[in-house]
């Protein structure tokens, strides 16, 4: 496990690397809890975040690897205006466009978590990783102004 931190003209980012196991959901959590600190935000808003994360690193620890060992990548970027969070793995990667509509019997346990993800964020992209095997969720959270 490793984590990266580092302040930029632009923000400041985290990046941290997790074992696709579940036990490991509350230390990205924890990350988020620790990040929104940095930024004052609404609990409701934070609560918010860290439901879509929690989905977002479900989705990868249970569809990505199929029982096998593998790593999620969670990168954190925290800006003025916005916190973008994006959630890649190096597993298998999607099958079905999340553009389309799914049928009934697809919307199972888990199958939501899409949907909350995207009722959550103001900004959301899903698909492969771009040069590497593996997919990329990422949402975004428009914040208001810090006053």
Known sequence: MSE??????????VRLTIPAKAEYITLVRLALTG??????LPEE?????????TEACTNSIRHAYEGE???VDITYLLSADQLAIEVCDEGRGFDHDPAEPRDD???SEG??????IR??????EIGPREGRRGSRLR?????????
């Open 4 to 13: 990266m931190a580092h302040v930029n003209g632009d923000g400041r980012s």
């Open 35 to 40: 990040l929104s600190r940095l930024r004052p």
């Open 45 to 53: 808003t934070v609560a918010d975040l860290k439901l879509a994360l």
């Open 69 to 71: 060992e593998g790593v």
């Open 105 to 107: 019997d697809e919307l």
């Open 111 to 116: 199958g939501l978590g899409i949907a909350i």
């Open 119 to 124: 009722s959550i964020s103001d900004e959301f």
């Open 139 to 147: 949402f975004v959270k428009n914040l208001p102004l810090a006053g």
